[in-house]
C-alpha cells in the first residue's frame, strides 16, 4: 500500500486587541462618576510557517493619557480546514478509507494565569471504496473533498481585575506566546491505496479593551508610582505639571479590594515643583494594597489617576531593569529586590525572533551581563523558573 502525506499549514491570526503576564489579585473598575465606558480595538494579522508553531505576538499597550482601563476582552476562535483530502484504491478489492485530525492550541502570556487551550481530535470515515476500475481521480474505488471546515472551537476570558489591569498601561508593548500543533493521517486498509491530505489552519483573536473617557482622568497627573519601601511602607509619588489658575488639591486613596477606596491624606497644589509624594504605613498588614490619586476641584467636581497594585509580601515575580539601556551594544540586567534562584532569559528582536535563550542563577540583587548585540530594537523577557513569572523590558542599541 502506498501513502503519501504532503501537509501545508497555513495559520492567520486576525487580533483586535491584547494583555500583561501577572499573577496578582484585585477587582473590577468601574468609571468615576457614572461615565459611560467604551472600547479600543486593535487588528493584527500574522502568517505562521508550516507544521508544529510556537511564535511570540506583540501588542500595544494601552496609553493612560487615552482613559482608563476597566476590563479587557479576548476570544480565541480557532479553525481547522481540509483544504483537499483523496483517496485512491488500486487493489482489486473493496477497501476502507479513514482520516483523523489532531490540533492542540495553547495560548500564554498577559493576564492569562491559566493558558487558554484548546484539544481536538477527530476522525473522518471510514470511507467505502469500492474495486479499482482502471480509472484513478473518480468513480466508488475513489473518495474525495475540498475546502471542508472540520473544527471550529472558542475560547473567551475576560479580564477585570484591577491589579492585572493596571500592568496593561504604557506606550510600549506586551508578549503572548501562541502554540498550535496540528497532525494529520490518512489510510486506507489493504491493497495498492494513494492518499493525499492539504489541510490549513486559522486563528483568530478578539481582544478589546473596556474604557473609560479621558474627560474623568487628571490630565495633568504624570508618572504615578506606588513603591514599597519596607514591608510596612509605601510611598506615593507622582508629578502635578499643574495649572496655576484652577482651584483644586490631591487626595491619595487607598483600598484593600481594589473596588472602595478610603481617602488616606489630603495635599495642596504645587505650582511651583510640581512633584508631589507621600509616605503610607500598612501597620503590618499584609497582602494586596490599590492607590490612585483623586484630584478635587473646588466646585466638588473629581478626577481619578489609574489604580496602583503594592504586594506587602515577598513576591517571585522578577523585578530587573536593563543597564545600560540604551546601550552602544552591551546588554546587563540589573535585579532589583528579586529572590535568589534560576531565571531564563530570551531576547527577541523587532521580527520577533529568539536570538539569545540562556539561563541563570540570580543570587539577589545583582548586575549580570548578558552579551553584545548589533543596533537596533530589541525585547529582553526574564522568568522565573518556579513560579513561572515573567516580566518584559525593551532594549534599544545604538
Known sequence: MRQIYPRFFT??????????????????????????????????????????????????????????VTCVRLCVTITGVVDTLAMQNFAASGQTGTFTYNRKDTMKGPGLVTPLSNNANQTYGPYGLSPYDGVPGSGG????????????????????????????YGTDSVTYNYNIDVSTSASITGGSSSTLVLTSAFVNFHFEYCTCPALVLPLNINAFNANKLTNNKVELKWTGLDDPYANYH?????????????????????????????????????????FR????????????????????????????????????GIVGIK??????????????????????????????SSYVQIGVLKGGNYWLRLTNKQSLESCVNQLIIK
Open 335 to 364: 535585579f532589583d529586590n528579586s529572590s535568589a534562584g534560576h531565571y531564563e532569559i530570551q531576547i527577541y528582536n523587532s521580527q520577533g525572533q529568539i536570538i539569545v535563550n540562556k539561563a541563570i542563577v540570580v543570587g539577589g
Open 11 to 68: 495559520v492567520s491570526l486576525s487580533v483586535i486587541l491584547l494583555l500583561s503576564i501577572n499573577t496578582q489579585k484585585g477587582f473590577a473598575q468601574t468609571c468615576p462618576g457614572g461615565q459611560p465606558q467604551g472600547g479600543t480595538a486593535y487588528d493584527t494579522t500574522i502568517a505562521f510557517p508550516a507544521g508544529v508553531t510556537l511564535t511570540d505576538v506583540k501588542f500595544p499597550q494601552f496609553n493612560p493619557t487615552n482613559g482608563m
Open 250 to 290: 490631591y487626595e491619595p486613596e487607598m483600598s484593600r479590594d481594589g473596588a472602595k477606596f478610603f481617602t488616606i491624606g489630603s495635599l495642596p497644589k504645587n505650582a511651583m515643583t510640581e512633584s508631589y509624594n507621600m509616605l503610607y504605613t500598612t501597620n503590618g498588614q499584609t497582602g494586596a494594597w490599590f
Open 141 to 168: 474505488d475513489f473518495f474525495g473533498f475540498a475546502d471542508s471546515t472540520i473544527l471550529t472551537a472558542q475560547l473567551c476570558r475576560t479580564l477585570t481585575d484591577s491589579a492585572t489591569i493596571a500592568e496593561f
Open 293 to 328: 490619586i483623586k484630584q478635587v476641584y473646588s466646585n466638588g467636581y473629581a478626577r481619578y489617576s489609574n489604580i496602583q497594585y503594592v504586594d506587602m509580601e515577598n513576591s517571585g515575580s522578577p523585578k530587573f531593569s536593563l543597564y545600560p539601556n540604551p546601550s552602544q
